[in-house]
């Protein structure tokens, strides 16, 4: 299994930037696929799901209504559009995927990207 993220950077408050994270080896349509975020000195937290099974999706009180995730399964890509951007949002970025589901059958894992640095200053 990999996942491979990309589409970090630097940019200004207000700014907005979008990470993608590619997977392989692995049924990409079947997992649930999270963005976690890990700041200096502080623990790593979710900052929005989406499940493979319906679609569905979390953000965090954080950033919610400035972040969207979405997927493009055929493509086996995972997106973080991220808009209106804060230094509060400047961490490692990482993708997971943590459940397949196929049916009513549904499976635990763990997998990680190596992250992708959003640097949010003026």
């Known amino acids: 299994v990999q996942l491979v993220e990309s589409g970090g950077g630097l940019v200004q408050p207000g700014g907005s930037l979008r990470l993608s994270c590619t997977a392989s080896?692995?049924?990409?349509?079947?997992?649930?696929m999270n963005w976690y975020r890990q700041a200096p000195g502080k623990e790593r937290e979710l900052v929005a799901a989406?499940?493979?099974?319906?679609?569905?999706?979390y953000y965090a009180d954080s950033v919610k209504g400035r972040f969207t995730i979405s997927r493009d399964n055929a493509k086996n890509t995972l997106f973080l559009q991220m808009n209106s951007l804060e230094s509060e949002d400047t961490a490692v970025y990482y993708c997971?995927?943590?459940?397949?589901?196929?049916?009513?059958?549904?499976?635990?894992?763990?997998?990680w990207g190596q992250g992708t640095q959003v640097t949010v200053t003026s």
């Open positions: 997971n995927a943590d459940r397949e589901c196929s049916g009513y059958v549904c499976e635990e894992y763990d997998y």
């Open positions: 080896e692995f049924t990409f349509s079947r997992f649930d």
């Open positions: 989406i499940s493979g099974v319906d679609g569905r999706t």
